[in-house]
């Protein structure tokens, strides 16, 4: 069976940043694989290693740059690696999850793997919607925020175990094909061996535009539209400790002393 | 077509409190749309839980029997089905697991945008102005939903829960479930976790995050507990390294603390550790990022290396 695992080329801001103009200038921007879907890797790859899956293929929407992340993913590896992009992607298209889905949609009916699996959300956006709305557009099953789980090929299911809040878990059988959102914590992801990094910088990318992939202008016009950056509030009286490493630390002494869980 | 559907959450025959604020944030949007709230509860035990919903600001009650607890497939054809009879203009739920699990597939199924985890909301004459978090909760964005109706999920703890008790019709809404499109089947539930510990009954929390880098320097913290006799809690990620059981991880998918003190050491704040110490009646917050947003909750804020800083608390506290 082939596994389809999406990721997304996440940007975190740097410690020391500025808003410009209501946005965040590139030179403060740091991109790299979003976290939760390397567990999503991680865990396809496991699965071909352990010979239930015969290949895995990324599939990811993002400019020429993301190409750098993309072959993270195959020296973590990844047997193929399938990038959409236009530049009329650029930005407010992909604000509405939905054009995500409708972008990955075609590729994964052209791959037809058993199993996709996307991280629950990315780190830079957090809209932890991409895997369900894939799933519904192509009328697959899905499970979301899972954080265990076993095929069985001869049910042709899969077992999943969701976490919920507060520390329980559900569990959960669904039908195959289907698309999995992961959690963090199921797996250790692995570290890219130098050589791996050396050897995928001579893979291919299959880059495919919209049009290639049958999704027309129309369906891009975006429905939400991106306002201006800003820093969050304040609470307005926390109190900044100034001073060296002993001066702080005596103000969290007294802090402590004063609520009574230290004593003098 | 100004009404606002807030669909509540509940789990083992309990009302989840997110649910409660949600109805909050549904009245003030109803009032601000001039249109009526209208709630469901759906599955379970359907008719008590709407008791409880029986709010100020709240127009109509629809109860939805089908199912014993959540299933995706039955929430996906409940709210579409109760979409299309009631035609609202927003359709609100509590961001949640669960709604990750059903609320994409109700957009797509309806072709309505859908913006999640929002933390604020103002109709304007664009449209329906949310408020989002970016880049973990450093930057604040506004994402306009220029078409009406939508979906929209909120985030917990950011509205105050609905108060009073109103005089609310409570209705039920019957519609024909396709069992053949059920398919998944929920078998049952677990608790997470062997429980070294009970970070719930700490007075002094030391809660450590990803900034403590390596598991050899957690050596730091653990000096520090030792001499003010502090149990040490965990975020996510140090959870998820096999560095503590899943008992000492605190935040939504772990614990819900409420110390005296919680002191937060190389924790950035994601949303998802805040909403688990929310309950403290002091935090203290040591972190090098002066944007970490751990420092936008925090009574006491020390921007500065851990390293430096814990070290020299423990001596003192010696």
């Keep these: 069976m082939k596994i389809l695992v999406t990721f997304a080329e996440v940007a975190a801001v740097a410690d020391n940043f500025e808003i410009e103009d209501g946005a965040v200038a590139d030179r403060y921007l740091e991109y790299d694989l979003n976290e939760w879907d390397e567990y999503a890797l991680e865990a396809a790859v496991s699965l071909r290693e352990e010979g239930i899956a015969e290949e895995v293929v990324t599939v990811t929407i993002g400019p020429e740059r993301s190409a750098d992340t993309i072959r993270m993913a195959l020296a973590k590896g990844a047997d193929r690696a399938i990038r959409i992009w236009d530049d009329d992607l650029r930005g407010d298209p992909l604000e509405d999850v939905s054009t995500r889905a409708a972008l990955m949609a075609p590729v994964v009916e052209a791959e037809a793997p058993t199993l996709v699996l996307s991280g629950v959300q990315a780190a830079d956006d957090g809209y932890g919607s991409t895997g369900v709305s894939l799933a519904r557009t192509l009328g697959w099953q899905w499970g979301a925020v899972v954080n265990d789980f076993t095929l069985d090929r001869e049910a042709d299911s899969v077992r999943v175990r969701r976490e919920l809040e507060g520390g329980i878990e559900e569990i959960t059988t669904l039908s195959l094909p289907a698309v999995l959102t992961i959690q963090t914590g199921i797996n250790d992801p692995r570290y890219a061996s130098l050589r791996g990094l050396q050897e995928a910088q001579a893979q291919e990318i299959d880059v495919q535009s919209p049009a290639e992939l049958g999704v027309w202008a129309d369906r891009l016009e975006p429905r939400l539209e991106r306002g201006e950056l800003t820093e969050p509030p304040s609470r307005g009286d926390t109190e900044y400790v100034e001073g060296d490493p002993p001066e702080q630390a005596t103000a969290i002494a007294d802090r402590l002393l004063e609520a009574g869980v230290v004593q003098e | ?318």
């Design chain 2, 1 to 318: 077509m100004s009404d606002v559907l807030a669909v509540v959450e509940h789990r083992r025959g309990e009302i989840r409190d997110v649910s409660l604020e949600l109805l909050g944030a549904g009245a003030d949007l109803a009032d601000d749309l001039d249109g009526e709230l209208h709630v469901a509860v759906i599955g379970g035990n359907a008719e008590a839980i709407a008791d409880r919903l029986d709010r100020d600001g709240v127009d109509v009650i629809h109860t939805i029997a089908d199912g014993a607890e959540f299933n995706h497939d039955v929430y996906v054809q409940a709210v579409g089905a109760l979409y299309e009879a009631l035609e609202p203009a927003v359709v609100l739920t509590p961001h949640t697991v669960n709604a990750l699990d059903y609320v994409p597939a109700v957009a797509v199924d309806l072709d309505l945008p859908l913006v999640t985890d929002v933390i604020d909301m103002e109709v304007s004459d664009e449209g329906l102005q949310t408020t989002r978090s970016l880049y973990e909760s450093k930057i604040d964005a506004t994402v306009t939903i220029t078409e009406r109706p939508c979906v929209v999920t909120l985030r917990p703890g950011e509205w105050a829960r609905a108060t009073g008790v109103g005089s609310v019709p409570v209705e039920d809404f019957e519609f024909e479930l396709d069992e053949s499109a059920v398919g998944s089947r929920v078998e049952g539930f677990e608790e997470a976790g062997t429980g070294d510990v009970d970070v719930t009954a700490a007075d002094f929390l030391i809660g450590v995050g990803r900034g403590i880098g390596e598991a050899e320097n957690l050596s730091v913290i653990e000096d520090l507990a030792a001499v003010t006799d502090a149990t040490i809690a965990a975020s996510r990620p140090l959870v998820d390294n096999g560095w503590f059981d899943t008992s000492r991880q605190v935040g939504q998918s772990g614990k819900t603390v409420s110390p005296d003190v919680y002191l937060a050491v190389g924790i950035s704040g994601a949303v998802q550790h805040v909403a688990g110490i929310k309950g403290a009646d002091t935090i203290i917050a040591v972190n090098t990022d002066p944007h970490a947003p751990i420092f936008d909750i925090a009574d006491q804020a020390i921007v500065g290396d851990l390293f430096d800083v814990i070290p020299e608390l423990t001596e003192q506290l010696r």
